[in-house]
Nanobody
Framework: QLQLVESGGGLVQPGGSLRLSCAAS????????IGWFRQAPGKEREGVSC????????NYADSVKGRFTISRDNAKNTVYLQMNSLKPEDTAVYYC???????????????????????WGQGTQVTVSS
């Protein structure tokens, strides 16, 4: 059974930092593109960042570009999302998800293909507030 577990969320002041982790169990992340998504109350789930299986391609939503950094450590079967200069509008539940259905996380600005992501974590709350 494919399982993803997010951790690292919490309450942080504006301008602060958090690092989210997405750990896999039951399967190897080596061949999967991983996406980070977030969903704020009353809003649709949106893609935040993704990274290809090799780590050679990454993508960021315009709203987080320059502030968030995605990385992966396949040896640890874990993907990370470093979030700096956090803003109140970053407040949301953050989810990681995996896909091996051909989405390679190319460059550009686009809506992440949520239906292609078959394995999801339970989410971790990030709250940015003073």
């Amino acid at each position: 059974q494919l399982q993803l577990v997010e951790s690292g969320g919490g309450l942080v002041q504006p301008g602060g930092s958090l690092r989210l982790s997405c750990a896999a169990s039951g399967f190897s992340l080596d061949n999967y593109t991983i996406g980070w998504f977030r969903q704020a109350p009353g809003k649709e789930r949106e893609g935040v960042s993704c990274i290809s299986s090799s780590g050679g391609s990454t993508n960021y939503a315009d709203s987080v570009k320059g502030r968030f950094t995605i990385s992966r450590d396949n040896a640890k079967n874990t993907v990370y999302l470093q979030m700096n200069s956090l803003k109140p509008e970053d407040t949301a539940v953050y989810y990681c998800a995996a896909t091996d259905l051909g989405f390679t996380c190319p460059g550009g600005t686009y809506w992440y293909p949520i239906p292609l992501f078959g394995a999801w974590g339970q989410g971790t709350q990030v709250t940015v507030s003073s």
